[in-house]
């Protein structure tokens, strides 16, 4: 997972473990699972890199560094874009809950 976010050093390790351990409970409460499925590790990958860009983004905001939308001078332009995704109620986004089945139902 470190590679598909461009991360080579063991600096963000906690950050990222945080952001997988979320992602993991996240989809294990939608779906009512016991045991993770492991047909879905692709939504566990994508929600596990929401999490982490949500919470890059928090800590970096939080450290006071500022985070451009765009930049012109004079002809040139440069814009950033982050790649922040929301989260609906359930901590999941709309392309993880696509991918996942519809939660079981639990009769008590």
Do not use: C, H
């Amino acid at each position: 997972m470190k590679s598909l976010l461009g991360i080579s050093d063991s600096s963000l390790d906690t950050l990222l473990n945080y952001a997988i351990d979320r992602a993991e409970i996240a989809i294990m409460s939608y779906t009512g699972w016991d045991i993770f499925d492991e047909r879905y590790i692709s939504a566990w990958v994508s929600l596990s890199i929401a999490y982490y860009n949500q919470s890059k983004y928090q800590t970096d905001v939080a450290n006071g560094k500022q985070i451009k939308a765009s930049q012109t001078q004079g002809s040139r332009s440069e814009t950033y874009v982050t790649s922040i995704k929301n989260l609906d109620s359930a901590g999941l986004t709309e392309d993880v809950r696509a991918m996942l089945p519809f939660p079981k139902l639990k009769v008590y």
